[in-house]
């Protein structure tokens, strides 16, 4: 019950302290990313919150004011280790706390083991962090279209074969093709701005 | 070696295509210029539809698919991490398929899905009743789709425990076998599988067995990382051999396939997996990869002893105490349930003696270790594996034989030398007995008899004994094609024999042994599966072909060979390294030493991975590689490769071991090289005594050696036996390779030098001739810009000068140094002396100028009285310019400051500097030569150098350094072992000198 309680009065306390619209809009920003990414890790719904506010805790310690210094590397890769470090870290305090230590392997069998896992994890990290641009960049791109230009699209993107698509909208499968297309130049000039802001220092 | 122009075309070669790809990378942040683009892996730049599947994964429309390209989708079947599989039918044909969609990103790249498609057109091709049929594969919306025959089967798994309960052994013996012609079927035909495993194995409803997913597994270790169930993973790991997980594509060939079909049968009998492992990743690989396997009768009722033999036997962790194939594993479970004795054995005696071995090859010095444990091996295993022996007789010979081969090698470590003769006799001694001994016991058995000279050919041969190798391979191979053995042993007693006929220079014994080989390989059913012995064959076969002219053949035969080889993964690195160094001597031969290199920098690599770091091929590439090294003028990376070459040999090899008279006979021509005459003389003498003695004087690899002590005995001025031994060299070669433009030549020019010293117009028209037969073979066997021209051209350039024709000399010398420039662009000995000897031409063209300018003047009026004085001006400006440019190349190639040619090109530059009125110069080159003379020596050319240094400093009136130098040539005069009378004329003319100087001297300090 008490455990319970902590989680939102701590994550407001640490927002009432660095109130900054920065922060809000990571927190808004990475939040789905974050979580989505913990609950493809293993990570149960609760353990993903308290895994979200312990990356927001190291990210406010290590980044004053959320100033993202560019020599880090991508903010991204960074934003990834962070997260991965701060699951892995949540998880053992849990399952030491529930289960005791953890039976040690040796030096080999961890190596190997590690360096799978550490792959693994990474390349969903990458997953999740396309599929979050994806996501952002449809969103702006449908905004800016008509809604009829946007169902064609939704059609295309639900699978349908565009010559079904030209008969259900009463138009030609050329004019479909054209829909993709530039939906598709759209969303990539539109990722790679999304991107340009994330690297850039101090955003 | 030859060594030696290149064919134009580049050679397939498996890396180019991916360096020559762009690495995916993205660009770091954004594009300078113009709209932002998503980086590269979000797929708007791949084609086809990549972006769009990305996008719809990330909003999570997963699309309802009702129509794949030609496929009505009717259902999904399965979702696992290769892919999706539905099930479908085919609009064209209404057939009904299983439709398998690989899993997104599995193939990426277009490299990827091009060698994707390769393997699939591969597979599908390959038609068995126990192989799923591929019936067509496209790519739908960028993602590469597979139509697959459908099967109505359950995993060999589930199969064999219908309802918990396990079928009877028996049945799924049958089951296995069927398995086993299914996987060998593919194996034939070049295709591994490499993920066998139950899912893979469906077993239909009349209870056969169906292999899925041939050729289209990825290497494991790139799934590793892209597999993101663990379980599965696990899954696939518990029939992954241990070399699946250690190394590369490379580290995987047909014993994996046994691996896998000895864990799928584990699987069948047990219930069990043979490495269960609840959760962790790393439990499952350690215990795959320490391949500790519990026996199947500890988890299964009904299973036999001999049937836990032999699925250890095939999930062997070592892969070399596998079944080497699929056929073998096949042929054991056949014999089980025929009630026949099985093959496999549980590994005791033979593995022991082997691993006792590899143990103590560094020990085995002479080879001769070798000798005995190889035959003791054959015997042993042939004891076990007899048929015939009743259980108790084989295991009681195998021990008494194990116990004297242990005995023996223990005396042996205890320190006695191997090498000595007495031991060798004691050896051969243990050998006949033993020979009589498997003879007596095996009478009938021939195929034992032929195993044994197979083995005693082969150890006989690595001990350099190549005559007796290649008597007893020949006896081999007659037993075998007596006894109708199976295709691979009648081809591996062919090859056998044909290296050994090779070894001693038979060619056209070994080119007829080869030709059988490939003749059998035509003949056999299936020619197609024995591509990498086609390949092996045709590659040696090219050799032998250069070896003996038809090199247009040789070239022919060798792409081939490198072609098939690189087209396929699975190539052995063994062959491909042995294709590679006949393509290096093909290089060689066409002038293309780069290339040459290049290849045999791969060959040595592959060798080194092959072989590890202390294997016989290994030294033998090493060899060669050092060879190219000294043909392109690098001595010093040929010398360090022969260093490790040479410790290589002296822990392997016999002292007298062939390879080890090559590599002598390379260092010696090093030395002499660099002018070191004593080394250069031990080295070629041992390599003489060596490849005489081994080969019976009749090798290519004596030509070098012979030419080596040609040029030695010239360098020391025994100008008789230069002789003597150069017309050896060439009545040896005229033999054996009459045709060649390597070592024929080479002979040629090695006498037409030695009697190019000599006096007489008979001996001078004689070298003449053989400089132009050998210019004349050298040009139409290489082609006119091959830098072996150099040689010819520059004898017969010299033979001119000192005929005293000077233009046809400054011509050829001209064409000497411009070839040698074009060909050795780093500078080269041989350029060097054809520039020393162009600036003598030149020179002596200057004298004549001056001297009879009449001649010229003849027709040209004017010039005729200017030159009549006395000191006509000589304009040695080319000639000075030559000698600048020949010292220059000698400093370039480091050539030693005390070097003859190097001597003998500063002394005329100092005589003509002289001529030209620089003094100051010309003291100094002389000083240049005296400052090199080594301590003690007393050669001439030392001694008149000083002479001359210490007459022009008297002129120069500095009496007292010429002092110096005459006290100097004093002592030197006097200490001369052997006083010719022009050495005591010029101690007479020194002592005069002496006498003056200090005369003059005496009144003035008076």
Known sequence: MGAQETRPSLLRRVRDQHDDAAWREFDARYRGLILRYCRRMGARPGDAEDVLQLVLMRLMKALPGFRYDASRGRFRTYLGQVVRSSLVDHLRRSSQQSMGAAPIDTERWRRIADDAAQAEAEAIWQQEWMGEHYRRALETVRQRHRPLTVDIFERVLAGEPVDHVAKRFGTTAAAVHKIKQRIRDQLSATIGEQIEVEDRPGA | ??????????????????????????????????????????????????????????????????????????????????????????????????????????????????????????????????????????????????????????????WARPGGQRRPVDELLAVAVQLCDAVHFAHQHGVLHRDLKPSNVLVDPTGAPRVVDFGIAKPLDVDRTGLTASDEFVGTLAYAAPEQLRGGPLAVDVRADVYAIGAI????????????????????????????????????????????????????????????????????????????????????????????????????????????????????????????????????????????????????????????????????????????????????????????????????????????????????????????????????????????????????GAATQYRAARDLLAAAED???????????????????????????????????????????????????????????????????????????????????????????????????????????????????????????????????????????????????AGELEPAKERLDRAHDILVRVRGGRHESLAAVLSGRVQLAWRTGDVDRAEQVARESLRILEENAPDDPWLLPAALNNLATVLAKRQGETARAEAEQHYRAALALQERGLGPDHPRCIHPLNGLATLALNAGDLDTATSLFGRCVALGERCFPRGHWSTLVALGNLAIAHRDRANLAAAAPGDEAQGDGPQGDEAQGDEAPRDYTTSLEAFRRALAMADAIELAAAH?????????????????????????????????????????????????LASILIEQGRSEQALGHLDTLATQLRDRPEQGPAGAKMLARVETKIAALRQAETPAAK
């Open chain 2, 527 to 673: 020619p197609k599966a024995h591509a990498f012995v086609r390949a092996d064959i045709d590659r040696h076969l090219a050799e032998i072909l250069l070896l003996t002219g038809d090199v247009a053949t040789a070239d022919e035969r060798a792409e081939a060979a490198l072609a098939v080889l690189l087209a396929r993964p699975d190539a052995p690195r063994e062959v491909l390294a042995g294709a590679r160094r006949t393509m290096a001597r093909l290089y060689a031969h066409h002038g293309d030493l780069d290339a040459a290199a290049d290849q045999l920098r791969r060959a040595v690599a592959l060798s080194r991975e092959a072989y590890g770091d202390l294997h016989p091929v290994l030294a033998e590439a090493l060899f060669e590689l050092a060879q190219s090294a000294r043909s392109r003028g690098e001595p010093e990376e040929a010398k360090s490769l022969l260093v490790e070459a040479e410790e290589i040999c002296r822990r392997l090899l016999a002292d007298d071991h062939p390879l080890r008279g090559r590599i002598h006979g390379i260092w010696g021509r090093l030395h002499l090289a």
């Open chain 2, 1 to 158: 070696m030859p060594d030696g122009p290149v064919p134009d075309s580049p050679v397939p070669d498996g890396t180019m295509p991916d360096g020559a790809m762009p690495d995916g990378a993205m660009p770091d942040g954004p594009m300078p210029d113009g709209p932002s683009r998503a980086p590269r892996e979000f797929g708007f730049e791949d084609p086809g539809d990549v972006w769009l599947q990305h996008l719809r994964a990330a909003v999570g429309a997963a699309a309802p698919i009702d129509r794949l390209g030609d496929y009505e989708v009717l259902g999904e079947v399965s979702r696992g991490g290769q892919g999706i599989v539905y099930r479908a039918r085919d609009v064209r044909s209404g057939e009904i398929v299983a439709l398998k969609r690989l899993r997104h990103g599995t193939y990426s790249t277009p490299t990827e899905i091009e060698r994707f498609q390769r393997e699939v057109t591969l597979a599908a091709a390959l038609e068995h009743p126990g192989i799923v049929g591929v019936r067509g594969f496209e790519l739908a919306d960028g993602q590469p789709t597979m139509a697959l025959e459908w099967i109505d089967g359950e995993p060999v798994s589930a």
């Open chain 2, 900 to 948: 003859p040619d190097r001597v003998w090109i500063l002394h005329e530059y100092s005589a003509v500097l002289d001529e030209a009125g620089d003094v100051e110069g010309c003291l100094a080159a002389l000083r240049r030569i005296v400052a090199a003379e080594p301590a003690g020596s007393t050669a001439d050319r030392f001694l008149r150098s000083r002479y001359i």
């Open chain 2, 265 to 508: 049968l584990f699987e069948a009998l047990t219930g069990r997996r043979p490495h269960e492992v609840a959760h962790s990743l790393a439990d499952a690989v350690d215990a795959v990869e320490q391949g500790k396997i519990d026996r199947p009768s500890a988890h299964g009722q009904g299973v036999s002893f001999e049937l836990d033999t032999i699925v250890l036997k095939a999930m062997a962790a070592d892969p070399g105490l596998r079944y080497q194939s699929v056929d073998a594993l096949r042929e054991d479970l056949r014999r089980l349930r025929g009630g026949e004795p099985i093959l496999a054995h549980p590994p005791s005696t033979w593995y022991q003696i082997r691993k006792l071995v590899s143990r103590h090859r560094g020990v085995c010095a002479s080879g001769l270790m070798v000798l005995v444990l190889g035959v003791a091996l054959t015997v042993v295993t042939a004891v076990q594996s007899s048929a015939v022996l009743r259980a108790q007789e084989r295991e009681a010979l195998a021990a008494e034989l194990a116990q004297s081969v242990a005995g023996y090698m223990h005396e042996l470590f205890r320190g006695i030398s191997p090498a000595q003769a007495g031991e060798a006799a004691s050896v051969l001694g243990i050998v006949e007995r033993a020979t009589e001994r498997i003879d007596l016991h095996f009478d009938r058995e021939q195929p034992m008899r032929a195993d044994l000279r197979s083995t005693l050919g082969h150890v006989l041969s690595d001990l350099g004994q190549l005559d007796l190798a290649a008597r007893v391979l020949r006896e081999a191979q007659e037993l075998r094609e007596a006894q109708g053995s199976s295709l691979a042993t009648r081809l591996a007693a062919r090859l056998q024999l044909a290296a050994a006929l090779d070894d001693l220079s038979d060619y056209r």
